[in-house]
């Protein structure tokens, strides 16, 4: 079974300061890796997703994350964050081998940007 | 604009009754997704429908329940409401059982009282 740790439950930081969220999986299988934004009373939106082929994958928003495979990880990172910024965030893992199955989400992380 | 759209935004229902949340896919998806989204955690998988036909489910009681129908719109339903049923029940639209991106609608916020 695959399951996700998000290492932080609240980051508070200044506009303009950079900023990197953390998330741990295990899995026994390959999976694809995603994180998603989400703002006050709306659903998910999706900020960057690693399938394949480059570890380092560039998202909306000016948002990064870098698969690490040896330390099951996938931080997402950002130089410079606004206060539009401030949100929850979601770290999910998917099995793209295994019929039937879902997003396996985290608990998130919520980014609060202060000027 | 994600395209995936649900109804009602919100809803209050009183413990016991029964629930019906809809949700119309984006075009051109073919499977759908139901998370439940307490509050302060993250979304949990409740089932999925592909063609019409329940693909895969989460670890929800068989009183959460649902359909796809032909032009790949969804229906949520939850009977004998709980307290702790109050959640945002999100759906999400893809292309493909297990397609490597899904988007997501607003969101349908239950209150059972």
């Known amino acids: 079974a695959q399951s996700v740790t998000q290492l932080d439950s609240q980051v508070p930081v200044f506009e303009e300061a950079p900023v990197e969220l953390r998330c741990n999986y295990s899995?026994?299988?390959?999976?694809?890796l995603f994180w998603y934004v989400q703002y006050p009373n709306q659903g998910l939106q999706l900020l960057l997703k690693?399938?394949?082929?480059?570890?380092l994958v560039k998202g909306i928003n000016g948002f990064e994350a870098e698969f690490n495979k040896s330390q099951t990880s996938f931080h997402l990172r950002k130089p410079s964050v606004h206060i539009s910024d401030t949100a929850e965030y979601f770290c999910?893992?998917?099995?793209?081998?295994?019929?039937?199955?879902?997003?396996?989400f985290g608990k998130g992380t919520t980014l609060s940007v202060s000027s | 604009e994600t395209g995936v759209t649900q109804s009602p935004t919100h809803l209050i229902k009183t413990r016991g009754q029964q629930v019906t949340l809809r949700c119309s896919s984006q075009?051109?998806?073919?499977?759908v997704s139901w998370y439940q989204q307490a509050l302060g955690q993250g979304p949990q998988f409740i089932f999925q429908y592909y063609r019409e036909e329940e693909n895969g489910r989460g670890n929800f009681p068989p009183r959460f329940s649902g359909l796809q129908f032909p032009n790949y719109s969804s229906e949520l339903n939850v009977n004998a409401l709980e307290l702790d049923d109050s959640a945002l029940y999100l759906c999400?639209?893809?292309?493909?059982?297990?397609?490597?991106?899904?988007?997501f609608g607003q969101g349908t916020r239950l209150t059972v009282v």
């Open positions: 999910a893992v998917f099995s793209p081998n295994q019929a039937g199955t879902a997003l396996i």
């Open positions: 999400a639209s893809s292309f493909l059982s297990g397609g490597a991106e899904a988007f």
């Open positions: 075009s051109g998806h073919n499977t």
């Open positions: 899995s026994s299988v390959s999976v694809y």
């Open positions: 690693y399938l394949s082929g480059s570890t």
